[in-house]
């Protein structure tokens, strides 16, 4: 285990403390605990953090229970694409938005927006998990993928869906 000692000085212009020292002190490490401290020094605030990293690099990658459920079969054979698309999308943001995927959206919450197809963001939000902060920052690219699924395919009802699971 490697311990890291990081103080952040509050940024004024960004209203709040800058995290690419963090990133630089993490290493790409898992982070085992995180300890912080609150200070003002010359009338500016301060954040001290105490990193507990461990010892291998961390992409945050984790390998997959092989007895949990594969959400993919819960989705009709005709949307395993789309599925695989919505996949492929949320990797993508998870990486430019420096997050791990799962941050983003899980797996069994894409299986079951590729389920119930919803064309909008109050629709969306009926997914279990989906909130508000989800819908502003990637409900309108969802939203355009899940316009990609033929008429047809979408009025299979959510019901039925997971019936075939």
Known sequence: MNVRVVTLRYQEGM???PEEALRQA???REVLE???HFFM???VPHLALVLMLGDGPSDGYRP???NAPNPEESV?????AIYRDLKRWRNDRAKADGKPAYA???NAQLAEIVNRVPKSLAELKEVTGIGEAFCRDYGAA????MRTIPEAAAKVEPEKAEQKA
Do not use: I, M, T, W
């Not at 009709?76 to 395993?80: A, G, I, K, N």
């Open 34 to 36: 995180a300890r912080e």
């Open 15 to 17: 209203q709040g403390f």
């Open 64 to 66: 997959r229970d092989p």
């Open 26 to 28: 993490s290493a790409g």
């Open 104 to 106: 983003v959206a899980r």
């Open 142 to 145: 969802v939203l355009e993928l």
């Open 41 to 43: 020094h010359g009338n």
């Open 76 to 80: 009709p054979e005709d949307r395993r």
